[in-house]
């Protein structure tokens, strides 16, 4: 470890001593675990860069990340000091073969199934070297001996089966399959999800105790009991009966294996979440733009955890959501942090985000 990086994880520890990450574990797993908190309402601020769009090697992540920590040491949220690698969308594909395709501001892979024989040509999943898969193994390997095992690392964003196959086939293809070629559409989600599988558990044993197996948010913290995470933006282009059909077998072969899930969509997922909230072995709902109250109106089950964002102008809101239907909530709070570089910010700044975390405290309050 440089002498740098073993500063600022000397300053980290002095911002988050033992007891202060005990109690905010203590209030997540309460929540994890469907219990009230021992104190207080957990939450996080949102971060102040792009955990998934920045695709960064192993250095330029772990040094904002440890920017990331200082400043969350100097409020009181909930944010537990660990590194998260990043998201890049062909991690799957690439196992089977895809080619990245980088473009002008994201990334893609190779379209590799164009006739359902193609489905039988795939090759085993492999996470060998050269793949992307080994790429993330090796950063995070990197993350535990530049920190000498300080920090503990999250699992890569590598999104979930559906959107994987849709990546593959195209998503018009795939879809349609379903109807066309049921035979088909199931054999591709069974391989892609027991790559999934695979290279989640890969991860898992890579990093033993030190393993944060959540990407929903990247800055969130579970217990160890959580189960899995899994990525489902495709849900929004779905009616209920063809998520109880054809996806659902696959997240709960998932949460079988990894022992539980938590399930991610960006967009308006309403139509599908009461079909979703009724899957065997689902721990969590994670919405990507839908707000509290958005989730309450479409029916989630109080009994699941809801990880969303909220702003602070709409803490009121959300606090008699919470008491009303007894809610189990991971809030991400937006707003605590002025515009502009951290490095900048003045000490008038300083003292409304101080002002804005008071009032995210009293909002926190059971």
């Known amino acids: 470890m440089d002498a740098t990086t073993a500063r600022r994880l000397d300053e980290i520890d002095r911002l988050f001593p033992p007891e202060r990450l005990a109690k905010s574990k203590a209030r997540w797993r309460a929540l994890w675990h469907g219990q009230p908190p021992p104190d207080r309402q957990p939450f996080v601020y949102a971060p102040t ?4 769009d920045d695709v960064d090697p192993g250095e330029r992540r772990l040094d904002k990340t440890l920017d990331e920590c200082l400043l969350h040491g100097r409020v009181n949220d909930d944010f537990i000091p660990s590194v998260f690698p990043g998201c890049r969308q062909a991690t799957l594909p690439n196992l089977f073969g895809a080619r990245e395709v980088v473009m002008e501001d994201d990334y893609a892979s ?13 090759p085993e999943p492999s996470a060998g070297p050269g793949t992307l898969a080994r790429h993330w193994l090796d950063m995070q390997a990197w993350f535990v001996e530049a920190t000498d095992g300080r920090l503990p690392v999250h ?4 999104q979930g089966p559906a959107d994987v196959c849709g990546k593959l086939w195209s998503y018009d293809a795939f879809l349609v399959a379903a109807y066309e070629n049921p035979e088909g559409y199931h054999r591709l989600m069974r391989r892609v999800t027991d790559a999934f599988v695979m290279f989640w558990t890969l991860q898992a044993d890579l990093l033993g105790e030190l393993f944060v197996g959540t990407h929903l948010f990247g800055w969130d913290w579970v217990p160890d009991d959580a189960g ?14 063809f998520y ?8 709960e072969r998932i949460a079988c294996a990894l022992g539980g899930v938590t399930v991610h969509s ?15 072995g689902l721990r969590g709902v994670n919405a990507g733009q839908m707000t509290l ?8 089950d109080r009994t699941k955890v809801i990880s969303c964002g909220c ?10 959501a919470i008491r009303k239907h007894g809610l189990l909530v991971d809030a991400t709070l937006f707003g605590i942090w002025p515009q502009g570089p951290a490095t900048g910010w003045t000490a008038a700044e300083w003292d409304e985000i101080r002002r804005r975390d008071e009032r995210a405290l009293r909002w926190a309050e059971r």
Request: some cysteine; glycine content about 6%.
């Open 49 to 52: 860069f792009n955990y998934y």
């Open 110 to 122: 190779d379209v590799l199934i164009h006739d359902p024989a193609d489905i039988d040509r795939l």
């Open 155 to 158: 699992v890569v964003d590598m």
């Open 228 to 241: 899995a995470s899994v990525s489902a933006d495709s849900l929004v282009m779905i009616s209920p009966d």
């Open 244 to 251: 109880r059909e054809f996806f659902q077998p696959y997240i």
């Open 266 to 280: 960006c967009g308006n997922f309403a139509a599908v979440l009461p079909a979703l909230c009724a899957t065997p």
């Open 293 to 300: 109250g958005d989730l309450v109106q479409a029916g989630v």
């Open 311 to 320: 702003g602070l102008e709409d803490l009121e809101a959300a606090r008699a």
